[in-house]
């Protein structure tokens, strides 16, 4: 690239990731040894079965405990977290002098305890503290409480980033609280407690992971160490999600699914999604039945296809269609193709809507939701994307 071609913008980035990391098999059994941030830890886990069955929640327990610390357990927290979930288990931090959380989960338990230990120290109702929708936009008076992240999931990249992701159901609002103190102190990831994890979620986690770096790397803030990040991410989940998904114990897949999956949460703290992203918010946000991951695969041919018809970035979707595997992929129609062919090797090219309910009428409704709660994430589109675009692009996603 010459000079005078040369967008200095993407060269230049800034990143802060104050969080120590501890990555690897066995690492959940060096928590111990760790400096803890308090000495009573609320402990947050999902409303499902996975923590106890596994003895993750007992092993977690038993390390805080040989740190020396007290540990009280909220173990409510929803698949799409509800906001006023994440607003008890605030009270119950308080009312139990509770001086740092503990997530013990995937994404959804990670980014729940950001926002319970936002509340924990200031209370209120989280929505005062949520910029776009029916939010307030208020600053936090109190920094939140400290907070480390235990992922059993290579999904959301939660462990790596200081965003929230919670659901208002009332409004069919599902939006994302983001501040700097809500970056994890401490993060474990071990794989180890990954491989209970059913074929159709790895699958569901592993394509969320993938689109956080695909998004990342098509978004208006792509820099140079964003790219970097997301060509590791999309080489490794080519090659590892289709392992994981076949063999749940194959624990090389494993840990190369949860490594690309970090990356892909710092890909979001260097660059950014995009609409694809918002687009899935507002599809779970009227039916929290359908999980994140499956919502985006289901959206996300069709998604791929409009940014290809713009034309804006080509050359990006061949680059990725080399990465996902069509190594003398030339021209960007590739990519749609490359992506189903992952699709179909994970065993989620079957998926349809009307399965988790959703019905074409309610297009219209969820286009505006996603403009209007989520719309930060359309100004990095490096072309527009319209309301009218975003109905074609759940209308082709139907079935």
Same mark, same amino acid.
């Given at each position: 690239m010459t000079a005078q071609h040369m967008n200095s913008d993407d060269f230049s980035f800034q990143i802060m990731v104050p969080t120590r990391f501890l990555f690897g098999a066995g690492q959940l059994g060096h928590l111990h040894e !760790? /400096?803890? @941030?308090?000495?009573?830890? $609320?402990? %947050?886990?999902?409303?499902?079965?996975?923590?106890?069955?596994?003895? #993750? $929640?007992a092993r977690t327990e038993a390390q805080l405990r040989q740190a020396g610390a007290d540990v009280v357990l909220f173990d409510n927290i929803q698949p799409n977290p509800r906001k006023e979930t994440c607003e008890e288990a605030g009270a119950l931090a308080r009312a139990?002098?509770? +001086?740092? &959380?503990?997530?013990?989960?995937?994404?959804?338990v990670l980014d729940a305890s950001k926002a319970i230990a936002a509340l924990a120290a200031n209370g209120g109702d989280l929505w005062d503290y949520m910029a776009a929708g029916t939010g307030k936009g208020l600053p936090f008076a109190r920094k939140p409480l400290p907070l480390v992240a235990i992922t059993t999931t290579a999904g959301t990249g939660s462990e790596a980033d200081g965003a929230a992701v919670i659901t208002k159901l009332e409004t069919?609002?599902? !939006?994302?609280? %983001?501040? /700097?103190?809500? =970056? /994890? %102190? $401490?993060? &474990? &990831? +071990?794989?180890e407690l990954m491989l209970g994890v059913p074929p159709s979620y790895t #699958? =569901? !986690?592993?394509?969320?992971?993938?689109?956080?770096?695909m998004e990342g790397y098509l978004s208006a803030k792509a820099n140079l160490l964003s790219e970097t990040i997301e060509e590791r991410a999309i080489r490794t989940i080519a090659t590892s999600l289709p392992r994981a998904c076949r063999n749940g114990s194959d624990l090389e897949a494993r840990t190369r699914m949860a490594y690309a999956n970090t990356l892909s949460g710092l890909s979001m703290v260097a660059s950014s999604c995009t609409a694809e992203h918002a687009i899935e918010h507002a599809l779970s946000a009227y039916h929290e039945n359908l999980p994140h991951g499956a919502g985006l695969i289901l959206i996300s041919l069709a998604y791929y296809r409009t940014i290809l018809a713009k034309g804006a970035c080509n050359d990006r979707l061949i680059r990725m269609a080399r990465w996902l595997g069509r190594n003398d992929a030339a021209t960007p129609e590739e990519l749609p #193709? #490359?992506?189903?062919? $992952? !699709?179909?090797?994970?065993? %989620? +090219?079957?998926?349809?809507? *009307?399965?988790?309910? &959703? *019905? @074409? +009428?309610?297009f219209d409704a969820m286009a505006e939701n996603a403009l209007t709660v989520m719309g930060k994430l359309f100004r990095f589109e490096r072309v527009p994307l319209t309301h009218a675009d975003i109905v074609a692009i759940l209308q082709a996603s139907w079935r």
């Open positions: !760790q /400096p803890l @941030p308090g000495k009573k830890a $609320l402990l %947050v886990i999902s409303n499902g079965k996975s923590a106890r069955a596994s003895g #993750a $929640l139990e002098d509770c +001086d740092f &959380i503990v997530g013990l989960g995937g994404g959804s069919h609002e599902k !939006q994302g609280l %983001v501040h /700097p103190d809500l =970056f /994890p %102190v $401490l993060s &474990i &990831i +071990d794989p #699958a =569901f !986690q592993g394509f969320d992971a993938l689109f956080h770096s #193709a #490359a992506l189903a062919d $992952l !699709q179909a090797a994970c065993g %989620v +090219d079957s998926l349809r809507m *009307s399965d988790y309910g &959703i *019905s @074409p +009428d309610e």
